[in-house]
């Protein structure tokens, strides 16, 4: 690392101001200013020298000064309770994406699980008088609403929630991403269906086992909750519980799980009992994680929360509050479903051999 | 979706003002002031009546204002050249350890690969007058340098580089990483090594393989270039790639793979041809992306690239530029080796019987 004396005394040169473009274009301050803001009676010419004073200067309006005049920064506060996970990542683009096009810039508050840190954020957001702020998460399930004290601040929660009616959530539609799944699975000719999912705490566990059981329901499919294996959002728990599930009852041939995580670690847990996907046994994971659902040999079926969306409607829902309306309540954004090869239709007579070799055994 | 009038009006209330603060303690513009500072001659009571009424109407201090002031925004950009992947994730936490601590709020603008946003982004930091930009990126390839025009900003370029002396560019050292894992190896006893890769066009591979044969020399340790096999960043390659190589020459003991992906991908191949890790062959991965690192069967010993401490770096480093330093050049962050199953020492006995049944096979 070289130290360079020359460059350190640039680096500590003011930057440009209105009076430098007018000196150096040799008008009045406020004909500079007429000529940059595009308003006033001028002179082609005049206007003309004043603009490439300021290209050649390197001269740009100072938002922060335009902030204090106009009462608003043009700034929102982008506060993520947990550590920034694959969760976050297509939130965030799609929240940037909306503001982005408002000529909003966001600010990247990461509190790393710490109520302290939260804290500091928070105080640092409204001393920069941000718009407004959005709240996330790396899971749906409840939080604490944040505390902004007396003041009154557009806030908007994506992929979280509070318990409080006077504000808005936005969530993805686990109900209806569980509907998807289960009726594709029912359109594939399946009738024994299992369940194998996350921690029951989760409220997106419990809607989508609600969900899937109104669907079977429907279609008059008979199904037993010993059939509903819960545990942690992990491949291993995947794999464990597809074999549990299987020693119980070989007769089942579909497993709509609860992640993709988990439906790899089935996946690979039936290909080791000599289980075939789909021929057997068809799959549908939930999440859409690409880079999981693609290496999972076959490619996983799942539900896609379209999280990116998900961030837009929560940019856009935030502009509109900053703009004076102030929506409440939870907002469901629907799930879609994407189809790949675990969940293709039943092969009658592979599946009959299969299960007979396994019976056998 | 309920609009509520009353909240909208709440809404639009602006903040309160040093004035509003001074009105309501019932003193002088000037006295509010120095209470609020903790400057000047006050009797103690005043000063208590004023933090009263400032607290009381929720006052803060505008950030903007003192900014102008300072000539400091305390506001930094972070630009991120790529899609946020996995690899962003642990580094923008790091960046912000660094700048958070030092008061210091980051803006968040992804360009979606986009030259026209990234101009767009620039445009809008340098309009709010941002003390200094890190530039970052999913791979660490080199890239343009981003365009200032006339102004001298710092910048540094983090987990990805550009051919420019002048600028300073922050990367992992792959090398150093190569090396762990090779040693490690040859310590469990390996002599016969292969090595799986991404493309030959990223650095990181170019130097990553260029340091194994280099150890490899060093122990003497014969290497034909037969057993480098160069393809996609994806766990399909690996599985491919395991079984093009074992086609080849069975008597492979090590593999040294380019990413976790790829190592994953190996060990789903040589366990599918009877192969077993690590008593056959011992395997290590890079990266050190836990979620897929430790849902190998056997997790998987891997290079840790310290992605945080190198975003912590990077930040720390621009806070010494905007101290007036310029570091310039790259610099090389040490990885570290996270041992776990997949590179335990040699079996000799099951190792030999093994190759035999296959070399029958």
């Known amino acids: 690392m070289a130290q360079d004396k020359e460059n350190t005394e640039r680096i500590l040169r003011p930057l440009p101001t209105l009076s430098d473009v007018a000196q150096a274009a040799g008008v009045a301050l406020s004909t500079a200013s007429k000529a940059l803001n595009g308003q006033g009676k001028l002179r082609p010419e005049t206007r003309e020298r004043v603009l490439e004073a300021a290209k050649q200067l390197g001269f740009r309006p100072n938002d922060l000064a335009q902030s204090l005049v106009r009462g608003r920064s043009f700034t929102v506060g982008l506060l993520s309770t947990d550590n920034y996970g694959r969760f976050s990542i297509p939130l965030v683009t799609g929240i940037e994406d909306a503001l982005v096009n408002a000529q909003i810039s966001v600010f990247l508050c990461n509190t790393l699980g710490s109520p302290e840190r939260e804290q500091q954020h928070l105080d640092s957001l409204l001393a920069k008088h941000v718009d407004g702020i959005i709240v996330t998460s790396d899971r749906t399930n409840s939080r604490a609403p944040i505390d902004l004290g007396k003041l009154d601040l557009p806030v908007i929660y994506a992929y979280t929630r509070v318990e409080d009616p006077n504000v808005l959530c936005i969530l993805p539609d686990d109900e209806q991403g569980a509907r998807l799944a289960v009726e594709h699975l029912i359109k594939q000719g399946r009738r024994h269906f299992a369940h194998i999912t996350g921690p029951v705490y989760f409220e997106a566990v419990q809607l989508r086992a609600k969900e899937m059981r109104a669907v079977l329901g429907e279609h008059d499919i008979p199904f037993t909750e010993r059939r509903v294996l819960s545990g942690a959002w992990e491949e291993s728990w995947g794999y464990e519980a597809a074999n549990i599930l299987l020693d119980r009852d070989p007769l089942i041939d579909a497993i709509f799980c609860g992640s993709d995580q988990i439906a790899r670690g089935v996946v690979d847990g039936l290909r080791e009992r000599g289980i075939r996907v789909p021929e057997d046994i068809a799959i549908t994971g939930f999440d859409n994680w690409e880079v999981m659902a693609t290496a999972v040999r076959p490619p996983l079926t799942t539900v896609d929360l379209n999280l990116h969306e998900l961030g837009k409607l929560a940019g856009t ?14 907002e469901r954004v629907p799930c879609s479903l994407v189809v790949r090869e675990s969940s293709a239709a039943q092969s009658k ?12 055994a």
Chains 1, 2 share one sequence.
């Open 317 to 330: 829902r935030l502009l509109q509050m900053i703009d004076g309306q102030r929506p409440t309540g939870i």
């Open 349 to 360: 007579s592979i599946q009959t051999k299969s299960k007979i070799q396994q019976r056998e």
